[in-house]
């Protein structure tokens, strides 16, 4: 509560003690005239508000007055009122004053700032434990692609940096976000959000532990601009949050694109929308060279069918367009270079796209047009609710002989289809003590589905050729504070054996 409001509602009582308490009535009449009066000259409430609670003690002592004269024939007995019920009323009127106060914004001119009611801060934090469990079978020898592109590419002489197969690992983590908004209008909204982060990627806003002590870096996660002219269409850019309906497997949570969206929707009163989504993400920009970017839409809706029923689908279409990398000539030329991505994790069909015989840097050896189809349902009871989500995507730009051409070579079977599906129970958000949710999923991720830098960090650390289920449970403890557990276990479908299983404890808390 602040200040301004404890200063209200102190003086709501005082006048409503004054009002009920005849022994103290002259005395409480003068300090409430003398209260009113201070806050007047503080500036807390304008001079036409203290009369007009003036005026209001004024007629409770004249009501009061009249109760106690002496009784005639004509008088009526007033029956007596316990102290509870004047207790009772006391606090009524204290919430009555203390809400209109709000509502009418009983404070003097320019006391405070017209920004302060229009910023609002919130954040997150999570702090955890995770082990990862790989299989004593596993193949020893993954090539970390990913870090040979950040390198710029190796020597073949030297070895390529490994990805870790074979030895488990303990480790903690942490996530902290602080997110900013700002209306600047009513059509027009600021967003600002921080993130902590040390992982490479797009994928995770985790903070490893474990480096004696070094500080940590913060980014900016989103920074955008929304406008809203009218309920039914909106325009966001900037970095901004995802603008699709869509599940962890071809967009991890904590992506966050750059470029600009668009939604227009249709509402059928309070119980059913259609809308459509299309988007433009910026991916590499290049300063002589073709870029690389995504233009995407989306159509769906939702319906209430009534009794806790409700159910949600929607069709999707990503075209990412120059990703597919391209091999430089037979003679050791490094003019296409450039079409190696910056960023790989592990799974995609890749190539070496130089020639020279000596070094080597990976390049994406599909192109990748995205069709997705998500369906959902779910039954309401009470605080509770249950939902059944299922999701597939194919990539339709998948061409198994031409990633044999840019190989030169055999390869992990190129695959272009995904599907998951997923069952989420219990509260949606924890916010008390009590409260809880799990959620089970099954997921089946083939080579080339989806872009593997892209998909879901943690299900098979990250990347695509994985299939398995994964489990989750969260507990609240405390107001926005709970404890969760998650547990994946996951194998390579085409790959070499690569299984792992990952343990994760949670502790997290939002303001």
């Known amino acids: 509560m602040s200040l301004r409001t404890q200063i209200l509602a102190g003086t709501a009582m005082l006048l409503a003690f004054a009002a009920a308490t005849p022994a103290a009535a002259q005395s409480s009449d003068d300090v ?27 007629k409770a002592a004249e009501l009061r007055a009249q109760r106690e004269a002496p009784r005639t024939a004509a008088t009526i007995d007033v029956p007596y009122v316990p102290e509870a019920v ?13 809400e209109t106060a709000k509502k009418e914004g009983w404070v003097a001119p320019n006391s405070l700032p017209d920004w302060v009611s229009r910023i ?6 999570r ?3 995770e082990m990862q469990n790989f299989s004593k079978g596993n193949f020893p020898f993954f090539p970390d692609v990913g870090a040979i592109n950040l390198a710029g590419g190796v020597t073949d002489s030297q070895g390529f940096p490994l990805l870790n197969s074979s030895v488990d690992r303990h480790r903690l983590n942490y996530r902290a976000r602080l997110d900013i908004g700002a209306r600047v209008s009513d059509a027009v909204k600021v967003g600002l959000r921080l993130s902590s982060g040390n992982e490479r990627g797009a994928v995770s806003t985790n903070s490893i532990m474990g480096d004696f002590f070094q500080k940590d870096n913060i980014w900016i996660d989103r920074a955008y601009i929304a406008v809203t002219p009218v309920k039914q269409f909106a325009f966001t850019a900037g970095r901004i949050p995802n603008p699709f309906d869509t599940t962890d497997m071809v967009w991890d949570r904590d992506i966050n694109p750059e470029g600009a969206a668009a939604r227009l929707s249709y509402n059928f009163g309070d119980r059913a929308e259609l809308y459509a989504t299309g988007a433009y993400f910026a991916m590499q920009e290049r300063a002589i060279f073709s870029d690389t970017y995504m233009v995407g839409g989306q159509m769906g809706g939702h319906a209430e069918l009534g009794d806790g029923l409700a159910v949600k689908a929607s069709v999707s279409y990503y075209d990412f367009v120059g990703i597919q990398s391209r091999k430089n000539a037979p003679d050791g030329s490094r003019l296409l270079d450039y079409t190696a991505p910056l960023f790989l994790d592990k799974g995609n069909s890749v190539f070496n796209v130089r020639t020279d015989g000596l070094t080597t840097l990976a390049g994406l050896a599909s192109d990748y047009n995205l069709g997705i189809a998500n369906i959902g349902a779910s039954y309401t009871s009470g605080p509770l609710r249950f ?5 597939v995507v194919k990539n339709f730009a998948v061409d198994p002989a031409e990633i044999a051409r840019l190989r030169g070579e055999p390869g992990v079977k190129p695959g272009d289809l995904g599907w998951q599906v997923r069952l989420d129970a219990g509260y949606p958000e924890i916010q ?23 998909t879901d960090s943690d299900f098979g650390l990250g990347g695509t050729d994985v299939k398995g289920y994964l489990l989750d449970g969260n507990f609240g403890i405390y107001k926005n504070t709970s404890i969760g557990v998650s547990w994946f276990s ?17 502790l997290q808390t939002r303001f």
């Open 32 to 58: 409430s005239v003398e209260l009113l009066q201070l806050l007047v000259d503080e500036g807390v409430i304008p001079h036409d508000k203290a009369q007009a609670l003036l005026d209001r003690a004024k």
């Open 86 to 98: 004047r207790n009772k009323i006391r606090e009524e009127v204290k919430a009555e004053v203390v």
């Open 120 to 125: 609002s801060i919130a954040g997150d934090l």
């Open 127 to 129: 702090v955890r434990y």
């Open 387 to 391: 939902q059944l989500t299922g999701e």
């Open 432 to 454: 008390d003590f009590g409260q809880w949710n799990i959620a089970a999923a099954y997921k089946r991720i083939e080579t080339d589905a989806v872009l593997d830098i892209f």
């Open 490 to 506: 996951t194998d390579a479908i085409n790959r070499p054996p690569f299984s792992v299983d990952v343990l994760q404890l949670n």
